[in-house]
């Protein structure tokens, strides 16, 4: 993702995203690959959300995940049913799309072509930066949808209910 387009998504998803949710903190970045949120959801258990930038689009995901500090799990992958570990982490989209399909916000579609970068490159940042607000809209809805129900899962294996 180019710097000006990483800036304005980390800006626009912060903005919208503390305001929805005020129990999460910001506890990693942003740097040029990610920002991570967390909250306590349970006594000793975090629930952690990652802003992903791709390194080579202007495009961004959302990893969701739980553990037993605020630090993002990067190394516990686990299937969206096994919420009782003790930590892991999933893409948000694996919870409506099969797993394995790819799912992001992507602000630059025509870049590619399948797997081929087009000969002209990136768009003009005038065409990319009016993108940005629709598609954390879009992202911020789907969290509320999927997000949430996910973290709730986490709390109610381990006897809580619902944290958001």
């Known amino acids: 993702m180019r710097p000006r387009v990483r800036k ?14 005020p129990g999460f903190a910001l506890v990693e970045g942003p740097d040029s690959y990610c920002a991570v949120w967390s909250m306590e959801i349970a006594s000793g258990v975090y629930g952690c959300v990652a802003l992903i930038f791709m390194r080579t689009k202007d495009s961004f995901v959302i990893e969701l995940g739980w553990g037993q500090s605020n630090e993002f799990p990067w190394d516990c992958d686990v299937d969206q049913d096994e919420y009782e570990l003790p930590e892991g982490r999933l893409r948000m989209s694996d919870l409506w799309k099969p797993v394995g399909v790819e799912d992001e916000w992507d602000l630059a579609p025509e870049t590619f072509a399948g797997d081929n970068i087009q000969a002209w490159g990136d768009p003009p940042l005038e065409t990319v930066l009016p993108r940005i607000e629709p598609a954390v809209k879009d992202c911020l809805k789907r969290f509320q949808k999927y997000g949430v129900r996910f973290f709730n899962k986490v709390a109610k294996v381990r006897g809580l209910g619902d944290v958001l």
């Open 8 to 21: 304005e998504v980390y800006k626009a998803f912060r903005k919208e995203f503390e305001a929805r949710y």
